[in-house]
């Protein structure tokens, strides 16, 4: 048994308790808790769980007490205090990530160990305890990304548009980081010789405080951090859905709560275009609205409740469709194989079509509008290129710290292209104005972006001193990899159901007697949903709806 020395003495005293974080089981709920573990006892000072360990295994206390802990650069800092009747544990556990946290006994103790396989039983079968452990689950995770106490320090200046890819990328997949900006943290030097770090380093996210990432790609941060658990590659899964957008999630969780064994492959943050909208106002259910990160955030925890799993930071790069079982290909050359497939890989906002655009990516060019994006750019003038609801959002969203925000539409109005309520709001908010018929012509600037010039359909060209452009217009849907599989349209879309023509069907030598179900591609077994089918109507709500219906249809090409 691991053992530390006595540390409780040098901790701060632990403040109040929100029992929303740390409920207190009842006689009751500990009684049926105990069927589901093993009871084991702790003297005082023993490491029940270590950061940095993938265990997925959670403590309920039965007597005693422990403390969970943080160290950070060599001091610990109290998270919470566990008493008989609470347990430890966050969202991470459902998945089998690594320990955030190290639980550490204060007390001689006695408690009920759970591992991930019998805790993801609980949820999925005790619904009262079920609620119990999915709220404080939940929440611990949001209090840990928003007080920052991760095992992972991002080191750079916020100005570099690496630095704020790996932020984006943490906080979409809801991993606590904390920032260390170089241009203006005056202990920042100390954290640069201590590990050695020099200017051509950055950015650098120093993982578990051993690790050190020089400007890592997404994938290696993946890896170093322990997102992802290992895919077996010789076992064929019941259904791979490539993408976790709300079509994507919304697939994942109605395969895996009826039984499938399901795979999610995502190759960035779940959430998809809609995850980076700042505020989703017109989805059922939420009337004053939530975020696209909160709604995929939740997504993504009941995908993992019902024992799905998520794969981050990895791209389908091929499809192996010759025969069953189907094959995914991954970039890093492994494969998945599958039953059946669902496309939900979404659609990308087209580059601006001028010269040199794609060098002032994340460098005054952004393709989303997030509370990252907004601090960049508080009372500055900005611009939102696009008509659509996105655009809106992000539009709105923007006016609240920004001086002004100058929308750019190549139409003649918003009314065909743009929810009403939006509509209205840009109509009458005293710092967006509105510029149809314009598009831009051209971007300067040495590193950063700094001047933009724009023209109207008059042919007239201003030029201003702008450092912020967010794109948000056309879709380019993400089929490249599917490499003739499947049925497209002339605008690359992947063609399903009633869609399809006599002619695709032939030339994909469809071989069912029957017609393809109303999502599945020319390709049976094979579905598609969301931004990247032909004909989808671009909303959260049909997306996540495509999304549960194509399970349905999954379950009868199985009994096929």
């Known amino acids: 048994m691991a053992t530390t020395p006595d540390i409780a003495p040098a901790r701060a005293e632990h403040r109040n308790q929100d029992r929303r974080l740390f409920p207190v089981l009842t006689p009751a709920q500990l009684k049926r808790v105990s069927g589901f573990g093993a009871t084991r006892s702790f003297d005082r000072g023993s490491v029940l769980l270590e950061a940095g360990s993938r265990a997925g295994t959670i403590f309920v206390v039965v007597s005693g007490q422990a403390d969970i802990v943080r160290l950070s650069c060599s001091i610990e800092s109290m998270v919470g205090h566990i008493q008989p009747g609470q347990f430890t544990g966050e969202v991470g556990a459902l998945g089998g990530q690594p320990a955030l946290v190290s639980v550490v006994a204060t ?22 305890l079920s609620d119990v452990f999915m709220r404080a689950f939940l929440l611990r995770r949001f209090g840990l990304v928003a007080e920052h106490l991760g095992d992972a320090y991002l080191v750079g200046s916020n100005h570099h548009p690496d630095t704020l890819r790996i932020r984006e990328f943490l906080t979409r997949n809801d991993h606590p980081f904390a920032t260390i900006d170089v241009d203006h943290d005056r202990d920042a030097q100390m954290v640069l010789d201590r590990f050695q770090i020099t200017e051509d380093d950055m950015p650098v996210l120093i993982c578990h405080e051993r690790h050190v990432l020089r400007n890592p790609n997404n994938r290696l941060i993946a890896d170093s951090l322990g997102l992802n658990a290992p895919v077996e590659s010789t076992d064929v899964r019941d259904l791979v859905i ?39 106002e017109n989805y059922l259910g939420f009337p004053t609205g939530i975020s696209g990160h909160d709604l995929a955030s939740r997504a ?8 799905a799993q998520v794969i981050v930071a990895r791209s389908a790069a091929g499809l192996r469709c010759g025969h069953k079982p189907f094959a995914v290909g991954i970039d890093a050359g492994s494969e998945i194989l599958s039953r059946t497939i669902i496309i939900a890989t979404g659609a990308e906002y087209r580059k601006l079509s001028i010269r040199d655009a794609g060098r002032f990516d994340g460098a005054g060019v952004y393709y989303s509008a997030t509370p990252m994006e907004a ?51 840009i109509e009458q908010h005293e710092r967006i104005d509105l510029h149809v018929r314009t598009e831009i012509m051209a971007l300067q600037g040495e590193g950063h972006l700094e001047k933009v010039s724009w023209r109207n359909l008059s042919g007239d060209v201003e030029t201003h001193a702008l450092r912020h452009v967010f794109v948000m217009a056309g879709a380019v849907p993400n089929t490249k990899w599917l490499d003739g599989c499947v049925a497209l349209d002339d605008k690359g879309f992947i063609k399903t159901g009633p869609d399809l023509t006599r002619e695709d069907l032939e030339a994909a030598h469809w071989p069912l007697p029957r017609s393809p179900f109303l999502l599945e591609t020319s390709l049976p077994g094979v579905f598609a949903v969301g931004d990247v089918r032909s004909g989808n109507l671009k909303r959260v709500a049909s997306a996540v709806g495509e999304g549960a219906m194509a399970v349905a249809f999954v379950h009868r090409t199985l009994r096929e």
């Not at 949820?123 to 009262?128: A, L, P, R, Y």
């Open 107 to 128: 007390a001689a103790s006695e408690v009920i160990e759970i591992g991930r396989d019998q805790l993801l039983k609980i949820v999925q079968t005790d619904s009262d």
């Open 300 to 307: 993504q925890a009941q995908v993992r409740k019902f024992g």
């Open 242 to 280: 490539v993408g976790a957008g709300p079509s994507g999630l919304a697939a994942g969780v109605y395969g895996a709560s009826e039984g499938l064994d399901v795979i999610l492959v995502e190759s960035s943050a779940p959430g998809g275009q809609a995850g980076s909208s700042s505020k989703i």
């Open 375 to 425: 601090a960049l750019c508080r009372n500055a003038d900005v611009i939102v290129v696009g008509g659509g609801n996105s655009a809106g959002q992000a539009a709105v969203f923007l006016a609240r710290t920004a001086r002004k925000v100058h929308m750019l539409v190549r139409s003649g109005g918003l009314a065909e292209t743009m929810s009403r309520y939006l509509i209205r709001r």
